[in-house]
């Protein structure tokens, strides 16, 4: 074969197209190694209640880690399930209320675990426009037929499982992570139930926060333990370590053991992470109130913001979402308070579905008054000209 006379192209040189693409638009994403102790007041992390330090979390990571070494060695189904992953999942699946849990390595690849495992071929999937990126990503890779809805809508979900004669499963966040708002778990039922189809829900952002003690959004609406809802939950925001699980009845756990490819070919969940997450659900059974004051802390960031004249979306949990004017002015802003103390988050396109910029807040259970009345101060100062008016 004769060479070709101009020299084709470098294999990667278009990345280089696509990197001046994201510069220009304001799209550029870097990587901030954090400090063991950041003098930062941190609104960034979701650390919801406040005990990822807590010192019987360390202990208990600690604790795992001498006990059981490093890593998990393997695979779950091969010699990575210990003793403690099995506690673990035992006493979540009995603090959320539900007959049994798979832990996995990431709440990521939890969703991704149930979506494919549970929408087969032939069968459709319904999901909410709002829905997290892991869900996303398990509707792209499961066989079964998508259809996405506009968010928080019942009847657009009604719609489209009229459509459809064979299984159904709806997907959903319980409370979103962009804007914090909670999706009408009653309604959402319902209408599974009208149609039989099953529920799949990540409360990631919900567990922790929401329910009686924090037990989870499932929880508060009266879902959990029921035959037709499978939740997932991730160990690494309110509890404070890493990992996710599946949560639901006993057959689809098993179902899952069986048929889901991020936990057959994935290394189990690290011993210490398995530590680290079991002692903090132990003190938040011990300790409900964190829930509260989780909810309390996020409300008073946004009636603060209100009050200072930022559009804010009311928070369900712990998230409080400030609009931006442009993606440019989101990173600015930012950094600005980055600048002056104040670590918050920066969502822009594309992690934000409807294409706005927003300053991402989390709340603590465990920040002060006049921690929260600082943040506030700081965001006020270093606002961009607009921000006031964002969204209005």
Known sequence: MTAPSTPPAAPFDWIEEQRRTRA????????????????LLDLAGNDYLGLSRHPEVVEGAAEAARQWGGGATGSRLVSGTTELHAQLERELAEFCGFEAALVLSSGYAANLAAVTALAPHGSLIVSDAGNHASLIDGCRLARGATQVVPHADPEAVRKALGTHDG??????????????????????????????????????????????????APHAAGLAGAADTVVTVTLSKSLGSQGGAVLGPAHVIEHLVN?????????????????????????????????????DVALTLHQLLTGAGFSAVRPDAAVVSVLAPSPEDAVSWAAGCRAEGLAVGCFRPPSVPDGISRLRLTARADLTDSQVAEAVRVISRTSPKGAISAGS
Do not use: K, N, Q
């Open 24 to 39: 220009a638009a304001g799209l550029t994403r870097t990587l901030r190694p954090r400090p063991a102790h950041s003098p």
């Open 167 to 216: 299984p159904a499963v709806v997907v959903s966040d319980t409370v979103f992570s962009v804007d914090g708002d909670r999706a009408p778990l009653g309604e959402l039922a319902s209408v599974c139930r009208e149609f039989g189809a099953g529920l799949l829900l990540d409360d990631a952002h919900g567990l922790g926060l929401l329910g009686d003690g924090g037990r989870g």
């Open 259 to 295: 048929a889901a490819r991020t936990f057959i070919f994935d290394t189990g969940l690290a011993p210490a992470a398995a530590g680290a997450a079991l002692a903090a659900l132990r003190v938040l059974r011990g300790e409900p109130e964190r829930a509260a004051r989780g909810r």
